[in-house]
């Protein structure tokens, strides 16, 4: 064989290794749309310590509103519809930790949360929304553990309302921690 015949069936070679790699699954439309699957465990996982940190501090800072403005941000209305969820179990005190902006946007911020909890369901005379710093006392781990094992039981029951935030705490802790 000549040096052509070799580099011909390289090249040839070459092009069906490159046709049949580059093909993809065309029954799946959407394969972005797998991304946002919550029913994968590392998600459910991640989704038990989302609740407890709501549980210890239903804070909405500076980072939760679109910047120098009074609207929330996508990440804003994720944390006060799972703030509200708590609040409708257990009750409690949302503070809006916020320095940016004048004292005109701040007062918007307060306005602006307390409108999202009224339209996520929350009675208005039991919705308590301050100004100021957090003062969220923590969670230690005994309680975390508590929290997480009570939610390893609500999984194994066959529930799937998921994470400590859809029931009562367990015997011994109150909304607010150890007693």
């Not at 930790?97 to 306005?111: A, F, M, Q, V």
């Not at 369901?121 to 957090?134: P, Q, V």
């Not at 994470?163 to 607010?176: D, I, R, V």
């Amino acid at each position: 064989m000549s040096y052509r015949q070799y580099i011909l069936i390289g090249l040839v070679g070459a092009g069906f290794i490159l046709a049949t790699g580059c093909v993809y699954d065309k029954t799946d439309p959407e394969p972005a749309a797998n991304l946002q699957r919550s029913d994968w465990p590392s998600q459910q996982s991640f989704q038990t310590q989302v609740d407890n940190a709501v549980q210890c501090s239903m804070t909405v800072a500076d980072i939760h509103f679109v910047p120098y403005q009074a609207e929330l941000n996508s990440l804003g209305r994720a944390r006060l519809t799972a703030i509200g969820s708590y609040l409708e179990l257990h009750g409690g005190e949302v503070i809006v930790d916020s320095h940016r902006g004048d004292e005109l946007t701040r007062k918007k911020r307060l306005t602006s949360v307390r409108q999202f909890l009224l339209g996520q369901g929350l009675d208005e005379e039991s919705l308590a929304i301050t100004s100021g710093l957090t003062r969220g006392r923590g969670q230690d781990a005994t309680e975390a553990a508590i929290f997480y094992q009570a939610n390893l039981m609500s999984d194994d029951s066959g529930s799937s309302a998921g994470g400590p935030l859809s029931q009562a705490a367990p015997a011994g802790l109150s909304a607010g921690g150890a007693q």
